[in-house]
């Protein structure tokens, strides 16, 4: 599926990589709402107006960690999941969900979730939320095959895993950082996916 | 349990009472961004200095949101809930956390929960987190019962109930507001929720 790029497309592709790293490791160290566009352009050696030629903003940032994680959790259920056991793609995907979330730089993710609920909606008109699509269709291929119950719509189902995912990301950011990965309350929600096989 | 509050006592929480329900209806009307303290303070018919002495900013207004729900659950709680079987306890509660989310005006909410997202801490430093106190409390008293599982902790059971709500209020700012109250979705928690029992 990859088409070759040209060489200015891949410099533009190298150029967007090295501003993402900047940015990730520049949240580590400053902090994301420290951190100025000028830093982050001194860190990657570009102009402030090459920087623009990428993002708009510093929101922009956020969105585009939306995309990244679309991609990243794409990439993840097609090499993974995709002919796998349904409810056990379902485990799988979650427990991923878990280590993609706990790591990602606890500040940056807290600004995440506050932009991601005022521009959810317009990020996700052009950039449609795999997550949620990726969950419904492992509940759908596993209907059809007879692995998941057919007494629930697969959209009711969907719509409960995408719940606890939120539910996850948000006690991460609002409470206890530990709590939500603790291996107990993994246990509890793999016997609600569990509960879901046919 | 109620003291007798003197005539100075009285008109202090009048003109809180009255503050509160000039901004929910404003809340509702002009919306939270868009709502001045100013305002505010020509509804109730009160000096801006008078506001002050009661609220040091529009944010604390969202604070303030969370004590009355505090107060709020804790009250369903005492007159409902308290000496009834634990997961059907559990299950009244959630079905009235889900109810009461569902009705707080919207976009009051979304900036309920993007404050929340940040001030957490310091709000449950003075005012600690009753929805989380009183689900361990259920829990707890559902295990001495012998009505709730004891072969996973309190602990872990409260923090997974605890993450279906939050996952229900971030679905609901972020996405479709109708889905997280689907009959069906409600359905499968109930599921979840009786999985619990002894």
Redesign the interface.
Known sequence: MEKKLNMRQLQHKATLEAIRSAVDKMVDTVGFDAMTIRDICKEVDITVGTFYHYFSSKNELLKDRYIRSNEHFQTFYDENLASMDEIEALRLFFEHYFAYSSTRVYQLY?RF??V???E?EKWAETHPDRI?QIILEIITSGQKKGTIRTD??A???A??I??????????Y???DRE??G?T??I???T??ID?LRA
Chains 1, 2 share one sequence.
Do not use: W
């Open positions: 807290k979730m506050q991601r609920i005022d959810y949620r629930r719509s959209e009711d189902m719509e409960f995408n719940m606890l995912l939120q539910g996850f990301t948000t006690a950011v609002t409470y709590a939500p603790r107990g309350i246990e509890i929600i016997e609600c509960s």
